[in-house]
């Protein structure tokens, strides 16, 4: 069963490219604006690579990365699995955001009741792709357009 309060958290294009070479092939301050003020105060699912390629726990939030090498480190959840890490999300209060990559999102797709997407205007070559999913079986519940990208919260039917 899906939960409004699992949020998958994502800024792609239109054919879905999500990352180059670990990276985000973009910079877009705007669009890291949107991420901060949706995620303080809540909880962030992440793997390894995400983690990394961020650099450091964000702050005013639960950092939770999924990985069986990394070791400890303040400010870090570290869980081995995937089903780990969405227990020990579940245990803090507020929302839970799946933040990246292409695994993590393939395992979130059938418990989140919402995707919050930042669809790129420009396109932008990628080696890492957001997984297949069924358009159909999401809303428009909200929608908002800036500059260099169009941000557009749906909700499971």
């Known amino acids: 069963m899906y939960s409004q309060n699992m949020i998958i958290l994502v800024a792609m294009t239109a054919d879905r490219i999500i990352g180059r070479q670990g990276e985000l092939p973009w910079d877009i301050p705007e669009d890291l604006a949107l991420f901060r003020r949706l995620t303080v105060g809540h909880t962030l699912v992440m793997g390894r690579k995400t983690f990394e390629s ?25 869980c081995p699995d ?38 790129i205007k420009k396109t932008y070559a990628g080696d890492c792709r957001f997984p ?20 557009i919260i749906y909700q499971r039917k």
Not at 57 to 68: F, G
Not at 70 to 76: A, D, I, L, R, T
Not at 104 to 109: K, N, P, S, T
């Open 82 to 119: 995937f089903s780990s890490a969405v227990e020990r999300a579940c245990q803090n209060e507020g929302k839970v955001f799946f933040i990246g990559g292409r695994e993590i999102y393939r395992q979130a797709l059938p418990l989140v009741g919402r995707l919050s997407v930042s669809w």
């Open 54 to 78: 961020i650099g450091r726990p964000l702050p005013q939030r639960t950092n939770i990365v999924v990985s069986r090498s990394m070791p400890p480190m303040e400010g870090v959840i570290v």
């Open 132 to 151: 297949s999913y069924r358009q159909s079986d999401w809303l428009i519940a909200q929608e908002w357009d800036y500059p260099e990208f169009h941000h």
